[in-house]
């Protein structure tokens, strides 16, 4: 972690700021001040006029959209899922993409440069080894320039140095990243059309005008391949769940982190919830989820269609932070019940940027009253690190 960040103070020499990866969408004005080898976070003025917003229901047009859209302040592709070897033996998965743009426009000099950019990536790695207990964490960063790291739409590709999610053919993506301890070199096959998380794709994230998000996630994605733990290759087979969303966006005042589920049900059914938190533990008005059935229909959901009731915490022995570590999720407007609970409960992420928990999870219960089980990620946001705090506590 260490040489990392020093590698990411040379960047931020060379590039002159980075505004704060994956928390960007929602905070959009923060950037990473380094002190030797630290990176704290300072304050800048609010996000340009001229980045765009989501403001108007999107005009979706695929594949293109699969792509990058530069013009807003902060995009992401999130890669998750759920593996296990023919003889069970279970892991977890994930492999994030973060662009964030530094300026609304590449400046223009007189004399070209290859290496002249506003955009900059950063990506998060990490592989739950749920039966050995293990999980392993990695994050780099780079400029978009000189092919270090970018996003195309035709063919899909993003990429930051070796890590890389590549079209194959239409439908068919490859993960690969490794780190020194675990890689992964996995083939993700799309079966299904986008599903459009909000109002066709436009996502609320506050009642200020503009504070939202472009949003779509892909489902039940068969996923084949080899996980590889510390020299040794596992071959494995399960389900990705796949995230896109980019905005030019900031929390609700007073919103201090957030709770996100991605379910995938062995019926083919799929649930997504997030819960933004209030100070207080309330939820943020503008909460939402969709619900997919196995054959495509989509129920939409406000934030008083459903209740989460934290069974159990667990408490990070670094940060301190209580996390959840299971939960009961109840819909009555789908007759839906799961208890969920994390597969391997030290899943906490200490990133350049914040104290997380995201992981793998599983869940049972009933739909219909009819039994259900289920696999999926949980990300857990503002228990170690106050999402307003990053700005409170920056230094000058």
Known sequence: MRSRLIRFGVLLAFCGVFLGTFLGVFLGAACPAIAANVVTWQP???ASAEYRKA???PDWHFPEDFGPHNDYQTEWWYYTG????EEGRPFGFQL???RQ???PTVAVESTPSSWRT???YSAHFTVSDIAGEGFYVDEQFSRNAIGLAGATATPYRVWLNDWSATELEPGVVRLQAQSQEVAIDLTVQQTRPPVLQG???LSIKGLEPGNASYYYSLVQQPTSGTITIQGQAFSVQGKTWTDHEFSTSAL????????WFSIQLEDGSALMLYQLRHEDGTPEITSAGTFVSASGETTHLNHDDWTIRVLKTWTSPRSKAVYPAQWQIRIPRLNLLLEGRSRLADQELNTSTATYWEGATAFEGTRQDRPIRGEGYVELTGYATRLDSLLSESTP
Not at 82 to 85: H, V
Not at 252 to 259: H, I, L, N, Q, S
Request: proline share 3%; glycine share 10%.
């Open 118 to 120: 506003n955009q900059i």
């Open 44 to 46: 800048l003025p609010a």
């Open 55 to 57: 403001i108007a229901l």
């Open 252 to 259: 609700t005042a007073g919103t201090v982190g957030w709770d």
């Open 199 to 201: 109002d066709r794709g």
């Open 96 to 98: 994030t993409f973060f």
């Open 82 to 85: 759920n593996l296990e070897t």
């Open 101 to 103: 743009a530094i300026s």
